[in-house]
């Protein structure tokens, strides 16, 4: 029968089921199983030529039937049916319709389970149209081509759906119009006021849907005025685009949604408002990425001072301005015409040039001893100076005594060898040329190493080592009976030096070792140079290898025990020549 094919929920159906003659009651077994795996009571009952078995489906879905006689499935068992609810089908608001316009309406049929929706309007003389929304939804519509009331009735698996029929009354095209903007900017937390006219509607043919940016809807206030004109009144408080959709009896306005574009000028953020300098770029941020949309407006001393406004995206801004006078600059910023809050904001401006220093002779400075600069300040008024000193570890105590009239002097005693960076800072911005890096060196801190005894003649050589000293100008001198000794350097990497020289007379030589100027410890040195025997008499100069033709020549003998008496020099060559001895 039927009810393998479709059943209603809440209502006795029957399945007929034909047996053998020799067949008995008790032998036939009919199992009836919903959806939620739950067998049905069943009862059978015998008629003249066949058996009934009743059941009442609870829930929609699918029930599987299985038919059992003696032990043994029925040809075709198990069998499949589908209960349906047609009470549970929902049909939206059927609004009043427009001569030639589509009369749209949803179903939602999701807990009504399977079957035919079937739609007749007018006794099916109006064709109508459902088109699957998905989920069991549909959009049902029909185009009335007739000035006069629709009747629609709706039917599913053949029952009548409940509401059904329902009047639609159809009225030629309404005269609607937007009265003002159809966009307009709103401020959060006020009231969106939108006006339009729809000459020949009331209120009851008019639907107000308004959609927030997060989809929520918004209640609105739709109030009539005289001569067919009405007015929408919301009041959003999210930032953003809010659709507002007005329909006039199912007929959306031509020009389309009206739009309110919500702002709110009190998520502004104004950022890294600080101090300024004379002739230099002032910058701060402007974030109105959470404001909404709208125009931003700039202005700073009332528009006297120029700025630039340089968008880096998301709704942010950097603007930058450069302050010609020394004074305080008010900022003032608008949104929407809006003052944005905490306005005006202050740039405070100086002007570092007013202050000139005396840090040349702070390029290489002693540990240990105080070390002063003087800085100077063009004009009157308040000056506010920062002196700091960094050393190579830590930040060194700074005394500044003096005033604005004759300048104020810094003094601070280093303590490590290394750089010292001084930074100085009128009214909380660098005085020009700091931070300026002053070298700290200490000259006892150079060692020397062990001079040993020297011959006339032969290379005598010590190590200097300055690695511990600091940067700075290592001078060496070696004499001997007052004249100057020639003196190799030769450098052994990392500030260490060894240091060579040739005696040329048995005495002590003087070995003067500065380093900036500075004797280092222990110097001056004394070298002990003691004579050899005759045999190692020193000659030496230019002339013994070469000599120029008319001009006098020399060479030095060295290392002599005796008098210039006890000295002869032949020179042999094509003239004799004559000698003199110093």
């Known amino acids: 029968g039927d009810a393998l094919k479709l059943v ?19 032998e036939v077994t009919v199992t009836v199983t919903a959806p939620s795996h739950r067998n049905l009571p069943v009862k059978l009952y015998r008629n003249r030529d066949h058996i009934s078995a009743n059941f009442t489906a609870t829930e929609i879905g699918e029930h599987i039937i299985d038919i059992k006689v003696r032990d043994q499935k029925v040809i075709g068992a198990p069998f499949r049916t589908h209960a349906y609810n047609a009470r549970a089908i929902q049909v939206g608001r059927i609004p009043n319709g427009v001569l030639g316009q589509p009369v749209e309406f949803e179903i939602d049929g999701s807990g009504a389970g399977s079957g035919n929706l079937e739609i007749l309007v007018n006794g099916g003389h109006v064709t109508s149209f459902v088109r699957n929304l998905g989920n069991q939804r549909f959009l049902a519509s029909f185009v009335p081509h007739e000035v006069l009331s629709h009747l629609v009735e709706m039917k599913f698996n053949g029952e009548t759906v409940p509401g059904s029929p329902w009047q639609v009354g159809v009225m030629t095209g309404p005269k609607m119009a937007v009265l003002g903007e159809a966009v307009r900017l709103v401020g959060a937390g006020t009231t969106a006021v939108f006006e339009f006219s729809a000459l020949g509607f009331s209120r009851d043919d008019i639907d107000i849907q308004i959609i927030s940016p997060s989809k929520r809807p918004v209640t609105a206030r739709l109030v009539e005025e005289k001569g067919g004109e009405f007015r929408v009144e919301f009041t959003p408080t999210e930032v953003g685009s809010h659709l507002v959709e007005v329909s006039v009896a199912g007929q959306k306005l031509p020009a389309g949604p009206l739009v309110a574009k919500v702002y709110n000028s009190a998520l502004i953020r104004v950022t ?13 941020r402007v974030d109105a990425s959470q404001a909404g949309e709208g125009q931003l407006e700039i202005s700073i001393n009332e528009g006297e001072v120029p700025n630039h406004v340089q968008v880096v995206g998301g709704g942010r801004c950097l603007v930058s301005f450069t302050p010609e006078q020394t004074k305080p600059h008010l900022i003032d910023i608008k949104f929407n015409g809006e003052t944005v809050t905490g306005c005006p904001f202050v740039c405070s401006v100086s002007d570092t040039s007013r202050v000139s220093l005396t840090l040349r002779n702070l390029e290489l400075i002693p540990v240990n001893e105080i070390a002063r600069f003087h800085m100077g300040v063009d004009g009157s008024g308040s000056a506010e100076l920062a002196v700091s000193v960094r050393g190579p570890t830590t930040e060194l105590p700074v005394k500044v005594t003096g005033n604005i009239h004759s300048g104020f002097t810094a003094e601070f005693t280093p303590r490590d060898v290394g750089a ?31 001079l040993p005894k020297g011959s006339v003649g032969k290379t005598l050589q010590f190590m200097v080592d300055a690695s511990q000293a600091g940067e700075g100008n290592l001078e060496i001198t070696i004499s001997a009976r007052g004249h100057n000794i020639p003196t190799q350097v030769h450098p052994q990497g990392n500030a260490r030096f060894a240091v060579s020289f040739v005696p040329i007379e048995s005495t002590d030589h003087v070995i003067s070792i500065n380093f900036n100027k500075e004797s280092v410890p222990g110097s001056p040195f004394l070298a002990r140079v003691q004579g050899d025997s005759p045999h190692q008499i020193l000659v030496s100069g230019p002339s013994l290898s070469s000599a120029a033709v008319g001009k006098t020549s020399f060479f030095t003998v060295s290392n002599v025990a005796g008098s210039v008496e006890d000295i002869e020099v032949n020179v042999e060559g094509s003239t004799p020549y004559r000698l003199r001895h110093y």
């Open 420 to 450: 010292h960076s001084i930074t100085v800072e009128y009214n909380g911005h660098p005085v020009s040329g700091t931070p300026f890096v002053a070298k700290a060196y200490d000259a006892k801190r150079v060692f020397v190493g062990p």
């Open 8 to 26: 209603p929920v809440n209502r006795q159906v029957s399945i007929d089921i034909e047996l053998p003659n020799s067949a008995d009651l008790s």
């Open 272 to 284: 890294d408002v600080g101090s300024g300098v004379v002739g230099q770029p002032c910058q701060f």
